[in-house]
């Protein structure tokens, strides 16, 4: 059980913006290409990558939920689930050749500023993105939500389908 029903959208919207937030240290390379990374956290791949930071999401996000009710029993979980959806964007850009040979994740960040990649590179621009990350976790979720009875998102006026049509 990764999130309690009454809560899975929360759960699921949360997780993607922090799956997203550590891009934030290059939040100036549009206006300023490479030069526009926040030096301050370590420039790309840097603090936001590592594994502090998203231990920290993980230890304030379920504050945000303190004097509400309905997170009573789930906030430990909301943590853990908040903090591998963040380092999951570092652990995901290991995987990458873009920019991996002058840019590695610094995980261990503030403590120090090694960076790590993998020696072999899954993905090599936004085809093999599509390949081999995002298909299978649409295959996974489709999967994982049909067994626990979850409706997939369907267009209006269309009639429900079985899992295999």
Not at 71 to 95: E, K, N, P, Q
Not at 99 to 118: E, N
Not at 120 to 126: E, I, Q, T
């Amino acid at each position: 059980m990764i999130a309690p029903r009454p809560l899975l959208r929360t759960f699921l919207i949360a997780g993607v913006v922090c799956a997203v937030i550590p891009d934030i240290d290059a939040i100036g390379r549009p206006f300023y290409g490479v030069t526009g990374d926040l030096q301050s956290l370590g420039g790309h791949r840097g603090f936001t990558h590592s594994l502090s930071f998203a231990a920290l999401l993980g230890l304030l996000a379920p504050l945000a939920t303190l004097g509400r009710a309905r997170w009573d029993g789930y906030r430990l979980l909301f943590g853990v689930f908040i903090a591998l959806a963040t380092v999951s964007h570092g652990l995901l850009d290991t995987t990458t050749s873009i920019g991996a040979v002058h840019d590695g994740v610094q995980f261990l960040s503030p403590f120090s500023s090694r960076q790590f990649t993998l020696s072999r590179h899954l993905v090599h621009g936004p085809f093999s993105e599509l390949f081999y990350l995002l298909l299978p976790l649409l295959a996974i979720t489709r999967v994982v939500w049909y067994y626990r009875g979850i409706p997939w998102p369907r267009r209006r006026g269309e009639r429900p389908q079985s899992l295999l049509s």
